[in-house]
């Protein structure tokens, strides 16, 4: 094993530690929450690295780099590769054909496209729904910051649900940044609050998944419960812009 494999395979299998024990804390089964490896800005040499050091699920955030990567890794076809990243409609095409996950479903429209190119693709994309439960105007996702106003996209829930190549699993949030993982903590309980009012709005959906909490407030969200944590730096060290 090269040394950048195993450094990475080290802060791998640590943060599984660290998730374990936050479940546990929880109440939680361990089992219950997967770690998504963020590679973006991360060459394609060190992306191999990660997955050679054990990672079973890579997150992406821009869908060329991310097409790029896998095309270029084939022989590890057992990796899933996420999109955890703002998609713009006219890439939605590319987000559709190849990766096995979207978490940052953020509007009607994109759904819509994601959609129709992929059954023109014969396949069913997993998709969360993404929410912007601290109301800033930079962040993506559906406004959620003011629990009064939940009932107003509800609408365009059902939209969603009803595409038939769009399999709606849960939520996601990126929560504004803050001084400690503590600060965060807020934004998970509203996440899931919210995942508490959608499965009363649609008792037939699914919205088990929860994505929350990146290298510094994942265990607070494993503990606030999150089924997927998204990390990046933590694991994979800094990126090159
Ligand atoms: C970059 C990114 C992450 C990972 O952030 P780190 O601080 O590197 O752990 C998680 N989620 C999203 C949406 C990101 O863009």
Redesign the pocket.
Known sequence: MSELVESIRERYLAALDRIAVAAKKAERAPGSVKL?V?T??QSLEVTRAVIEAGVKIL?E?YPEEGVMKLQSLPEFSAVEWHM??HVQSRKARIVAGNFDFL??LDSLKLAKRLDRFCGEAGRALPVLLEFNVGGEESKGGWFASDESRWQEWTAEVAEILALPNLKVRGL?T?PPFGETADASRPFFVRLRRLQEFLASQFPQADFRELSMG???D?EAAVEEGATFV???????GS?NY
């Open positions: 998504v963020v973006k800005a997150g955030n955890i990243g978490h940052s996601m990126m990146t290298s510094f994942y998204r990390v990046g730096t933590a694991i994979v990126r």
